[in-house]
């Protein structure tokens, strides 16, 4: 949705599973600051997780990013987000940081 101001806003629903097969989700919501209209763009994105492990793990994840759009209705990107669990499973850590990389089609 391309707001008053000139930047782009999106809510965004996915699935996650971590590293040990857990399964989880995320809400966020991404904004696009700058150049919505160009074919590079940078993001913003902060939203909410849950991890479903031996106990409900909550937590909240922001990060930035860079996505090139080289066709009309397809893009790239690469994504930097920390992630942070507040209750985090027994043994895991509550901070990650780690990158990420995508590809989308806008029908």
Do not use: C, D, H
């Not at 913003?44 to 909550?58: E, K, M, R």
């Amino acid at each position: 949705m391309l707001v008053r101001g000139g930047y782009r806003v999106a809510v965004e629903a996915g699935a996650l599973v971590a590293a040990s097969g857990k399964p989880g989700a995320v809400l966020g919501i991404e904004l696009q600051p700058v150049n919505t209209a160009g074919a590079v763009r940078p993001l913003l994105f902060v939203g909410a997780q849950a991890l479903f492990a031996s106990a409900l793990s909550l937590g909240g994840t922001a990060g930035l990013g860079l996505e090139w759009e080289p066709t009309p209705g397809f893009t790239l990107r690469a994504e930097i987000p920390v992630s942070y669990l507040a209750s985090a499973p027994s043994g895991a850590r509550q901070l990650y940081v780690f990158g990420g990389l995508g590809a989308g089609l806008r029908l």
